[in-house]
């Protein structure tokens, strides 16, 4: 009976092995970076780091936000992108047609710990989904310590 019993233990083993091996592998090929640039656009490849947004990184490499989602079908929520992801930005004027729209800063805000959009909004008397839309920003509850914030 002890035979059986270790013979049973050692199948269950060597099956949650080979199912390991395979979420291993499944894993390291989805996050690879795409083979080529999406067709007939120039940009380059960057990868996400800790405290990256789309809108930083779109107004870091002159483009929309827009344009960064549709050169990268796996980002289906502008808010939601993780450090080592990576991402192809299109540069060279191509930007989905959208024109950036030209955001006037006033002043500059740093976030820190516990201040919200509200809080910000009232402090320099601007509408808080105005602040959001100069920073290509979709939630206001979405906003990081270290963050600086344009205010229109």
Excluded at 40 to 52: E, I, K, M, P, Q
Aim: glycine share 8%; charged share 10%.
């Amino acid at each position: 009976m002890k035979k059986n019993r270790l013979g049973n233990t050692k199948k269950v083993f060597v099956v949650l092995l080979l199912a390991l091996v395979l979420l291993l592998a499944l894993s390291a090929t989805t996050q690879a970076a795409p083979a080529e640039a999406p067709a007939a656009s120039t940009g380059v490849y960057y990868t996400v780091r800790w405290g990256d947004s789309l809108s930083r990184i779109a107004v870091n490499f002159g483009t929309t936000v827009q344009a960064i989602m549709a050169a990268n079908p796996q980002i289906w929520n502008p808010n939601i992108i993780f450090a080592g992801q990576v991402l192809f930005i299109p540069t060279g004027g191509s930007s989905g047609g959208i024109p950036p729209t030209p955001t006037y800063c006033r002043y500059y805000h740093t976030v820190t710990y516990g201040d919200t959009m509200l809080k910000i909004s009232g402090w320099y008397g601007v509408n808080a989904w105005t602040i959001a839309q100069a920073n290509n920003i979709y939630n206001l509850n979405l906003i990081y310590v270290g963050q600086v914030l344009c205010i229109p």
